[in-house]
T-cell receptor, first 113, second 119 residues
Framework: AQSVTQLGSHVSVSEGALVLLRCNYS??????LFWYVQYPNQGLQLLLK??????LVKGINGFEAEFKKSETSFHLTKPSAHMSDAAEYFC???????????FGAGTRLFVKA | GAVVSQHPSRVICKSGTSVKIECRSL??????MFWYRQFPKKSLMLMAT?????????EQGVEKDKFLINHASLTLSTLTVTSAHPEDSSFYIC???????????????FGPGTRLTVL
């Protein structure tokens, strides 16, 4: 069975500071990994995804994530936070070629001026 | 890019009534759509997988007679909450997979969600 653990339900950073949102996964088969962002009362927008190609994945809005198999991690980073980055972020996992996607509990990012 | 719409975006209904939520893929065909439920400040819970032309596959613990899913065309799936009660109040989100893409991309496109409030 697959699962996703996001460490920290809330993360607060200052504008311009590094953003680091942690995600660890569990999967018995090679996983596909995703990061999504959700703004209030909206659906999810895909930030980036890992599908067994390059382990460092670059996404939209300056975000990137690195797949580390040895650590079963897929942490999301951004060098410099912007106020508009304040949102809920979800890490998700699915089996390669599979259909079902399992979401983590989410991490709310706060950006202080 | 691929766009998924949901209608209505917000609905308020009385307890005991049924509510239908539509999920449409606007510029692509989707043989598979997914329905999620999101509680306040919580993650998304997969309710069911909707397959065009066949019965939906429900996740464990989800009542199929309560949440009726119909995927009658390649661009439309509907979720009907039957005999709604206040505990059914939630944010319902659908997603769709583009049938033209190979399975390895595994990208879902999400709708904007429907806020259901049952009084």
């Amino acid at each position: 069975a697959q699962s996703v653990t996001q460490l920290g339900s809330h993360v607060s950073v200052s504008e311009g500071a590094l953003v680091l949102l942690r995600c660890n996964y569990s999967s018995s088969v090679p996983p596909y990994l995703f990061w999504y962002v959700q703004y209030p009362n909206q659906g999810l927008q895909l930030l980036l995804k890992y599908t067994s190609a390059a382990t460092l994945v670059k996404g939209i809005n300056g975000f990137e994530a690195e797949f580390k198999k040895s650590e079963t991690s897929f942490h999301l980073t951004k060098p410099s936070a912007h106020m508009s980055d304040a949102a809920e972020y979800f890490c998700a996992v699915s089996e390669s070629g599979g259909f079902k996607t399992i979401f983590g509990a989410g991490t709310r990012l706060f950006v202080k001026a | 890019g691929a766009v998924v719409s949901q209608h209505p975006s917000r609905v308020i209904c009385k307890s005991g009534t049924s509510v239908k939520i539509e999920c449409r893929s606007l510029d692509f065909q989707a043989t598979t759509m997914f329905w999620y439920r999101q509680f306040p400040k919580k993650s998304l819970m997969l309710m069911a997988t909707s397959n065009e032309g066949s019965k939906a596959t429900y996740e464990q613990g989800v009542e199929k007679d309560k949440f009726l899913i119909n995927h009658a065309s390649l661009t439309l799936s509907t979720l009907t909450v039957t005999s709604a009660h206040p505990e059914d109040s939630s944010f319902y989100i659908c997603s769709a997979r583009d049938s033209r893409l190979v399975a390895s991309t595994d990208t879902q496109y999400f709708g904007p969600g429907t806020r259901l409030t049952v009084l």
